[in-house]
DNA sequence: GCCGACTTGTGGTAAAATTCACAAGTGATG
DNA sequence: CATCACTTGTGAATTTTACCACAAGTCGGC
């Protein structure tokens, strides 16, 4: 039995949507008011998590913290992730100083980047490292998710590159699709693509 | 006739495509070499663009110029688009410094936060506005679209009070699903949601 | 203990998206 | 001018996804 990739992508609500109602501070939720605070139908939601077992009552709804539960451990997040970031450039240091990945458990164990005035820097409690010893570093690490800060004409040799060492899932912010061996899961945070197609639906008049 | 999302979702990746090609001195093209380069059957270009009438002539492919221009035309990217930013920490400081938006045609022509430290600074060729002239600042430069870069609790508050004020699309940073009037269209930028998916197919081993 | 108001999990159904497969058209070649 | 190798655009078939609707279960109140 494999689950649809698109059921997979709304876990990630789901847990975040448990998160929110725990902190104001409920103890159970019902997949209708999951539904209304996600903009879903009820009826998805009960028959995506049904994919992974019976998690509610009847009549009674969802205990909060074992939903919360079992939604980590569905998706391998009662773990910490170690991640390496390619490309040292303004983006990359915006992901090395913002705390939200590390927060939820993803962190950054080493940067690399392929300019020789980056290389040997300091990079927050990092220290940039040559691109040319990826493929060493992420065996010696043992990373299995990069995150792709590289200009657009860099990203596909890098991303290769990264697949060859053994890397598994590429959280990619250049502006191309990548063409990788299908075990590669890739990410892609594009937010021109997305403004572009909701230009779609403006008309400067109506 | 209305064309699917889906469908409209992946036109940016084709304009993207289509310049991609361009800037490699072709001038033709054909589904198939797309298909290759975005990883999608050729079926399915083919038939998403004649959703918006016929581009490629049979046996010789697209003229990459005309597709372009095309593609253009139906996502409105043939003009400058104004947009209102709102939060100025660390990721408005980046969105305003990255020429990426600008290069495109998206424009960043205020900025607003509800930091009383933080209005009347400037921010790159802004200074930052008071949150609370939000609605009268957005009317005054008849933007349409917004970029959502507040914290996950302010998120959801000024998303409605965007929707107020007139605007129609927005960008959306925040880790939080937007409940917004169905005619506002909202992007969600969420690495996070990208990483928490993808682990659900790394397993430590195996 | 029984009723009524809820809620889950799910089989069946409807809708949507993707792919197939092919007629029709194009230009190059000899 | 006939053939060949390509390619598009598109109905039809297939696959995927979402939704409906209901039996079965739970709890609180009285």
Redesign the interface.
């Known amino acids: 039995m494999d689950t649809p990739g698109v059921v997979?992508?709304r876990?990630?609500?789901y847990?975040?949507?448990v998160k929110?109602l725990q902190e104001q501070g409920k103890r159970i939720t019902s997949s209708q008011e999951m539904a209304?605070?996600?903009?879903l139908s009820s009826a998805q939601i009960r028959k995506d998590l049904s994919h992974f077992g019976e998690f509610g009552k009847q009549g009674m709804g969802y205990d909060l913290a074992y939903l919360h539960e079992q939604l980590e451990r569905?998706?391998?997040?009662d773990?910490r992730?170690d991640m390496v970031l390619v490309g040292a450039g303004?983006?990359g240091h915006?992901l090395i100083?913002?705390g939200?990945?590390v927060q939820?458990g993803?962190r950054i164990v080493a940067v690399f980047d392929a300019d020789p005035h980056k290389i040997g820097q300091p990079l927050g409690p990092l220290v940039v490292r040559d691109v040319a010893t990826l493929s060493s570093s992420i065996r010696e690490l043992g990373a299995?998710?990069a995150i792709l800060a590289v200009p657009a004409g860099a990203a596909q040799e890098v991303a290769s590159k990264l697949a060859e060492a053994g890397i598994?899932?590429i959280?990619n912010y250049a502006?191309?699709?990548l063409?990788l061996p299908p075990e590669v899961?890739v990410?892609?945070?594009d937010?021109?693509?997305?403004?572009?197609?909701?230009?779609?639906?403006?008309?400067?008049e109506g």
């Open positions: 997979i992508q876990l990630p609500l847990l975040r949507c929110a209304e605070h996600l903009g569905i998706l391998h997040l773990r992730w303004d983006l915006a100083r913002s939200d990945f939820r993803f299995q998710i598994r899932a959280l502006p191309v699709s063409n899961r990410g892609h945070v937010p021109l693509v997305l403004l572009q197609s909701m230009t779609y639906y403006l008309c400067p």
